[in-house]
């Protein structure tokens, strides 16, 4: 019986590498990210030179996007290092800091964290541009976004409260 356990704790354990091909998608997600950007600066560009368009609402679109690439790359390097393999740098000095001291619940707030901020960058867009929108779609933008705060926010409280608990109160 202990063989038949050894045998099933290595192949679950062994199964996390499942989840690579999923992170290598993401990689790739950010290199179509990447040539939308191109895409979307080009745009900003003919719109600075023909005087068409707000050019606020483009450079918010590419702050947006860059927002949108910098939330991929965070959870391809902590969901890699969590659930599959570390990475090995070795001591190279372009190593992000925070790499490889990204938990769970620490992706889980920056997860929130950059969704409040892209949502906050789309409602921004709205109100620069505010006569496209009616009224009902401006309420429906500014509703999400303070859903999205709000879970934010009871994000915090829960991590908060648990890391309460954890570190011994009652102990």
Request: glycine fraction near 12%; aromatic fraction near 12%; hydrophobic fraction near 55%.
């Amino acid at each position: 019986m202990e063989k038949i356990e050894g045998w099933l704790e290595s192949l679950l354990f062994g199964s996390r590498w499942l989840l690579a091909p999923f992170y290598l998608g993401l990689v790739g997600a950010v290199g179509v990210l990447l040539w939308y950007f191109g895409v979307e600066f080009v745009h900003l560009i003919h719109m600075l030179l023909h005087g068409e368009g707000s050019i606020v609402v483009g450079v918010l679109s590419l702050v947006d996007l860059v927002l949108v690439a910098n939330l991929l790359m965070i959870i391809i390097f902590a969901g890699y290092e969590n659930f599959v393999s570390k990475i090995h740098t070795g001591d190279h000095e372009d190593r992000p800091d925070w790499m490889g001291h990204v938990d769970f619940a620490d992706l889980k707030m920056k997860l929130i964290g950059s969704i409040i901020a892209i949502s906050g960058i789309e409602l921004l867009k709205a109100f620069v541009n505010v006569n496209s929108f009616d009224d009902h779609q401006l309420a429906w933008k500014v509703g999400i976004h303070v859903t999205f705060v709000f879970s934010g926010l009871m994000f915090a409280v829960m991590d908060k409260l648990g890391e309460h608990k954890k570190h011994g109160a009652g102990s």
